[in-house]
């Protein structure tokens, strides 16, 4: 495996699993493939030296985050986590609530990087940042960014600053945005 030259806590392989269908019953995937091939799934990702996995709150309405939670088990400390909050109403106060549900099915007491899943076309990017930031500075979350749907662009991971260190711009924002 190869991994991304970061200055992360921990290392990111430059694979990662995706687990979309982990709890999507439109897809046929009920709880006989989330106890079995799910866990399957995510214990051969490891062996392989996956460390990144990515999540969204949306999918299957939190169980595909519940699912991979119970497949890493112990291993959450030591993998690269990552979900995203879907921005029907990104105020602070709701992200901060969202993160937090989305950490809590994880059963993970950080998300290593927490993402927007898709621009909201009715929310400027600023409200939706603001959000972001308020939920880093209670430090449940070690990244910020706003994930970046295929066709759109270009993803970058951005270092979650310390409460009160740059308020630019940039500060979770993707190019362009």
């Known amino acids: 495996m190869r991994y991304l030259d970061m200055d992360t806590a921990k290392k990111v392989s430059k694979i990662g699993l995706g687990t979309w269908q982990f709890g999507s019953r439109e897809w046929g995937y009920g709880d006989s493939y989330a106890g079995t091939e799910a866990k399957a799934i995510v214990r051969r990702a490891l062996e392989l ?30 993998i690269f986590l990552a979900t995203k909050i879907l921005p029907v109403m990104p105020v602070a106060p709701v992200v901060e609530q969202r993160a937090v549900a989305s950490a809590s099915r994880l059963g993970a007491r950080k998300l290593d990087l927490y993402q927007v899943h898709q621009p909201n076309p009715a ?22 960014q706003p994930a970046v749907e295929p066709g759109q662009g270009q993803q970058r991971v951005v270092p979650a600053r310390e409460p009160g260190e740059g308020h630019g711009p940039d500060r979770g924002a993707a190019p362009g945005r």
């Not at 969204?56 to 991979?68: D, K, T």
């Open 123 to 144: 929310v400027r990017d600023g409200t939706i940042m603001r959000g972001m930031r308020a939920r880093a500075a209670v430090r449940p979350v070690r990244r910020l």
């Open 49 to 78: 030296g996956v460390t990144l996995f990515d999540t969204a709150e949306i999918y299957g309405f939190g169980r595909s985050e519940r699912i991979l939670g119970e497949a890493l088990g112990g291993d959450l400390e030591s």
